[in-house]
């Protein structure tokens, strides 16, 4: 198992006073340390594990990779996908999307989860973006806007458009060409993060972008925060498994305590 850095493991040595023996804002503030040393340490480990770094998967423009995220909302990847490409293969373009029968994008986009909600969500969005962009629903002075605004007012200003979240504002910036900071969490990568306990067990997915991004170091680049992301996602695909978690062989197990209390600690390494 790789070795802790040495910030992390300060933070796992006891050299962090624990929160009971400090007043509140002070336990807040090594609570605080605690977790983003925590995040660190998980990042390092599962980066190594998984191979980062790791290669962005799309190539969309934001406009797209707006409208392919509002379609993978709880929907598998396939699924969205097909979904995603047999809409742009009928409506080339996003002003023919906007001005279909909601009906028809309903059809297309069938193979995702709740087509019959996402249809329309989908042209309400784009007919709020004609209205913010002068009346033209155009590429070039959205991307122009979210490449300026700085990322949290970017994410803001996405929020504001019709059923988009945090979730979806993130991936549009860091899934899109644009390659912006913003950290989406999935629901893999939230499992990981809250049995870590870098959040708490009732914080929801979308409550925890604000939460678990605060923990990452504020000078890191789009790379850095998708392999973050991807790792996380990755560990919870292939080992911290939503039933009966592969704890046994987690690399991140010495530092869990959801894993400690399924198994009990670790056996500490014979004297040499």
């Not at 029968?101 to 193979?111: D, G, K, R, W």
């Not at 994410?155 to 504002?169: F, H, M, N």
Request: glycine share 4%; hydrophobic share 45%; net charge neutral.
């Amino acid at each position: 198992m790789p070795a802790p850095t040495a910030g992390a493991a300060a933070a796992f040595a006891g050299t962090v006073p624990t929160p009971a023996s400090l007043p509140d804002s002070a336990a807040d503030a090594a609570d605080l340390a605690r977790r983003r040393a925590l995040a660190l340490l998980a990042h390092e480990r599962l980066c190594a594990l998984y191979g980062a770094p790791f290669r962005f998967f799309s190539v969309k423009d934001p406009l797209s990779e707006l409208v392919s995220a509002v379609l993978s909302h709880r929907t598998r990847n396939a699924d969205s996908h097909r979904a995603y490409q047999q809409l742009v293969a009928a409506l080339p373009t996003w002003v023919q999307v906007r001005d279909a029968p909601t009906a028809e994008v309903e059809a297309l986009i069938s193979p995702c989860t709740w087509p019959e909600q996402k249809a329309p969500r989908i042209q309400a969005i784009l007919r709020e973006l004609t209205d913010r962009l002068a009346g033209q629903l155009e590429l070039a002075p959205l991307q122009a806007l979210l490449t300026e605004l700085p990322v949290p007012e970017a994410r803001a200003w996405l929020e504001t458009l019709p059923g988009v979240g945090p979730k979806t504002s993130a991936a549009t910036l860091l899934f899109s060409t644009l390659r912006r900071p913003a950290m989406p969490v999935d629901s893999h990568h939230h499992r990981v993060a809250q049995r870590l306990g870098l959040i708490g067990p009732k914080v929801g997915t979308e409550a925890s972008h604000a939460l678990l991004e605060a923990l990452l170091p504020a000078g890191w680049d789009a790379q850095q925060v998708y392999d973050h992301h991807e790792a996380l996602m990755f560990h919870g695909q292939k080992c911290c498994y939503f039933r009966s978690p592969a704890c046994r062989r987690c690399v991140l197990l010495d530092v869990c305590p959801t894993g400690q209390q399924l198994l009990g600690p670790p056996a500490p390494a014979p004297a040499a």
